[in-house]
């Protein structure tokens, strides 16, 4: 009788495998080395590791781009590298069986963390999947044979002639006799369902809860596949979210779950807040609307400037706050900037060389020539000016939190609502454009006066626009002539109204649930 010995696979072939290298050149030089296991392929040298990472990558993809199909009867190349599937387990619970191999032969690609190699191999889909960090390049059109949990034994002397399939991770020595195992095949439990990194309980009654949550999941992770996101739907994934979970905390009695609901709920808000600053859409059916300052904080910045306006004018009248609020908006980070006459006779000032002189006599404003001066300047050759009470203390601080990049955006909005064509053309007063201004800071999203659209009060209304009550209701009566106010009403305490469509992109919406204090508050 003969016995069969097993040297090797049948009719199989090594795995194919190249590594591309990036050495230094020597010490003190910042010059590389790229090569390559391959023999045919030349060393090259170049001047930094930069260069040399990007010829490395370069090298090893024309290798996979010539590089054939990976080949069904090629057998793991990966055992060398310490593969996870083939070396056994050190620990207490070391497995029965080191090694399973499986599934197509692939190409397979990994690389050094350090950017110092490249390798490129063939092996099984299995081992891939096992190695950190590899990826899959190409997958051989047929499945080959490793696809098989158990290796074959020997042959015994009853069949001298037939030689069993080996891996090439486990080699067989001769031996006699014995019927071929039967492979065991592996328990697989039933897939768990997941959402927020909890698992679904398979018996969470009532089952409606249970198919929602599911549903959940499933929505969640689809919606981290998306190549852009979509707020809105996020939104309404967080508020489903939300409510699902107090179902399930009150369900459970899990405090945990109720935590988990609250944070959704906040989410969703702070989702649909970014969605309508991205946008500038209205919430509900209302138009979009693109606004000249797109972002909450400066609205809330250009608030801050009124307050302070209000209570630091040095002179009485509304024309004295509106040369005032411009002028802090010119020197607001610094206490200095540049001024042209322009800037002076387009605010519809009855006499405004008299209140600059007025401003500077008190102290508030330093120029360095006469008012009239200031008054002849033009754009090429601008009069600089300076706010003394506005100029920042040792440490750096002032009466403004905002930077110097959005002073000139809050500067450049006031300047385009106070010159706005109607009511230029309509030559306003600087009290119109005053009350103009301060209404466009003190709406909601819809462009309605007040918070939640409730009106302003007099009393704050009239701290803002230093005028009466009669006078007011002249200069709302001159807004809406200039097509800025629709639906003003007047009463003994709020102004309730509509600021036009067409001027909605100079308003600052007031934030929900946000009440403006009065400015001595």
Same mark, same amino acid.
């Given at each position: 009788m003969t016995q069969a010995a097993v040297d090797g696979p049948d009719e199989r072939v090594p795995g194919r495998r190249w590594t591309v290298r990036l050495d230094a050149v020597g010490r003190g030089s910042p010059a590389v080395r790229v090569s390559c296991s391959r023999p045919a392929c030349a060393e090259q040298r170049l001047p930094s590791a930069a260069a040399g990472r990007a010829a490395a990558i370069a090298h090893l993809k024309a290798h996979l781009r010539a590089a054939p199909a990976p080949r069904a009867e090629a057998y793991c190349a990966c055992r060398a590298d310490g593969c996870h599937t083939h070396l056994p387990g050190t620990g207490r619970h070391a497995r029965a069986e080191p090694w399973r191999c499986g599934g197509p032969v692939v190409l397979a690609v990994l690389t050094d963390r350090g950017g110092r190699w490249w390798r490129a191999m063939e092996c099984?889909?299995?081992? #891939?999947? #096992?190695? !950190?960090g590899a990826t899959t390049a190409a997958t051989s059109r047929t499945l080959g044979p490793q696809a098989t949990d158990r290796p074959a034994p020997a042959a015994s002397d009853t069949g001298a002639g037939s030689r069993a399939p080996q891996f090439s991770d486990h080699r067989t020595a001769s031996r006699t006799g014995g019927p071929t195992p039967r492979a065991v095949p592996a328990r697989r439990r039933p897939p768990q369902a997941k959402i927020a990194q909890r698992v679904i309980p398979h018996d969470l009654r009532p089952v409606a809860l249970r198919d929602e949550l599911v549903e959940l999941g499933d929505l969640f992770r689809a919606y981290q596949k998306r190549e852009q996101p979509d707020l809105s739907l996020l939104a309404e994934l967080q508020e489903r979210k939300a409510r699902a979970f107090t179902t399930w905390a009150d369900v459970t009695c899990d405090g945990a779950l109720r935590g988990e609901a609250?944070? #959704? *709920?906040?989410? #969703?808000?702070?989702?649909?807040?970014q969605h309508q600053q991205r946008t500038g859409g209205i919430s509900g059916d209302g138009p979009a609307v693109a606004r000249l300052l797109t972002a909450p904080a400066q609205w809330d910045h250009m608030r801050s400037v009124l307050a302070h306006v209000a209570d630091h004018t !040095?002179?009485?009248? !509304? *024309?004295?706050?509106?040369?005032?609020?411009?002028?802090?908006?010119?020197t607001a980070h610094t206490g200095t900037g540049n001024l042209v006459g322009q800037d002076l006779t387009a605010l519809g000032l009855t006499d405004p060389e008299d209140l600059v002189e007025k401003l500077t006599g008190c102290g508030w404003l330093t120029l360095p020539g006469t008012v009239g001066d200031l008054l002849a300047s033009r754009p090429e050759n601008p009069t600089p000016i300076s706010v003394p009470s506005l100029v920042p203390d040792g440490d750096g601080t002032g009466p403004f939190t905002f930077g110097r990049k959005v002073r000139p955006k809050l500067s450049g909005w006031a300047q385009r609502v106070v010159s706005e064509r109607k009511l230029r053309k309509a030559k306003a007063a600087a009290g119109t454009r005053l009350l103009a201004l301060t209404l466009a800071t003190r709406t909601d999203a819809s462009g309605r006066l007040g918070a939640g659209g409730r009106g302003i009060a007099l009393d704050a209304l009239a701290a803002w626009v230093p005028v009466d009550s009669g006078e007011l209701r002249h200069l709302a009566d001159q807004l809406s002539a200039a097509d800025w106010l629709t639906d003003a009403a007047l009463t003994e305490t709020r102004l309730t109204g509509q600021l036009t469509e067409r001027v909605l992109p100079l308003t600052c919406p007031l934030r929900a649930g946000l009440e403006v204090p009065h400015p001595s508050q």
């Open positions: 099984c889909s299995r081992c #891939a999947a #096992a190695t !950190p609250r944070r #959704a *709920e906040q989410a #969703a808000a702070a989702i649909r807040l !040095p002179l009485p009248g !509304p *024309e004295a706050r509106l040369l005032v609020l411009m002028l802090t908006l010119r």
